[in-house]
């Protein structure tokens, strides 16, 4: 007997950001965290659990899996497994619209879609707040990428207290992510080992504490649509994660020649009075947000540069969608 769900979610820019765990296995976060879900940007997972497996399989993209990434989502589909009491293994196909490799992170979209697509197969009807408990023990962005719009994950201390909800809906605020590929390179130590090392850094404990406040700051220029506020805040968190990264044992350096040019090129284009700031993750590509009637103007700038091998663009996405629902029975 075969029973299928098909989903799609959208990966997520964090304005501030997630780094480090209280708990690593549920991925209970050092920090709360903000974010923009990124419309354009998509995974579509189809979950077929299937009476004839032995065991699970996982194709991405086309290709079989890697035995990590298999590990990492047999982890998933055993949590909801458990939820529905079976045993049954499950094949996994799972497609990005977004080139891979080029260092955009797709564990958010990855681990939202399989978390719905999943849950929805074996018939279970699970709150938001459920599916972005369990769709966080995946990866713990993908916890921001179940709700709609503009997402805050409240940190918690345990399973049931750490989960995202929606702050703004997605026409809340026309803003503009440019993903400025700088470099294609796979990264070299990923963002589940960088959360793990996050601790070692003396930064940590001064950049988590002092977490409630940026997020107040960016929570209100966000619902107050104030980009210059927005901006100032936005920076500051990328710049502490990365003071953090840079000083953890093993130190992590993911900018790049081309991420520094960039950043220096938007620090000047915004004191010309451009709204556009910056935003880094585990990577040297950069995001630059700005508001919808910035953008043909950032769009100019950023051609002019040398080091920009190209350009995505989104705009705020929608909640973690259900496709196909083909329940018939496990
Ligand atoms: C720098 O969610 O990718 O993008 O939980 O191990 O899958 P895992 O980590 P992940 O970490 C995201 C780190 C970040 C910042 C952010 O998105 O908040």
Known sequence: MKSTAKAAAHPNIAFIKYWGNKDHDLRIPANGSLSMNLEGLETQTTVSFDTSLDQDQLILNGEPGGEEALDRVSSLLDRVRELAEIETRAQVLS?????????????????????????????????????????????????????GGFVEWQ???????????????????ALVDFIVLVSQE???????????????????????ADTERRLDICR??????????????????SNMMHS??????????????????????????RSE??????????GPNLHLICPAQASEAVKRKLSALVNVKSVLTCTPGGPARLLEPEITGV
């Not at 940190?155 to 605020?173: L, Y």
């Not at 796979?186 to 988590?208: L, Y």
Request: proline content about 5%.
């Open 186 to 208: 796979h990264k070299k130590t990923g963002s589940s080992q960088g959360h793990r090392i996050a601790d070692t850094s003396p930064f940590q404990e001064v950049r988590v």
């Open 244 to 269: 953090v990264m840079m000083t953890s044992d093993p130190p992590l350096y993911y900018w790049q020649s081309g991420t520094l040019e960039i950043m220096a090129a938007v620090q000047s284009w």
């Open 95 to 147: 497609e990005n619209n977004f080139p891979t490799g080029t260092g955009i992170a797709s564990s958010a979209s990855a681990f939202a879609a399989l978390t719905l697509s999943a849950v929805t197969a074996l018939g279970l009807c699970l709150t938001e707040k459920e599916l972005s408990q369990l769709a966080r023990t995946g990866s713990g962005s993908a916890s921001r990428s179940i709700p």
């Open 220 to 237: 209100k220029a966000v619902l107050e649509k104030d980009f210059q506020t927005f901006a100032g805040i936005v920076e500051l968190d």
């Open 155 to 173: 940190a918690g201390t345990d399973h049931d207290s750490s989960f995202a909800k929606t702050i703004a809906p997605p026409e809340h605020w």
């Open 273 to 282: 009075g451009l709204p556009v700031c910056f935003t880094i993750d585990a």
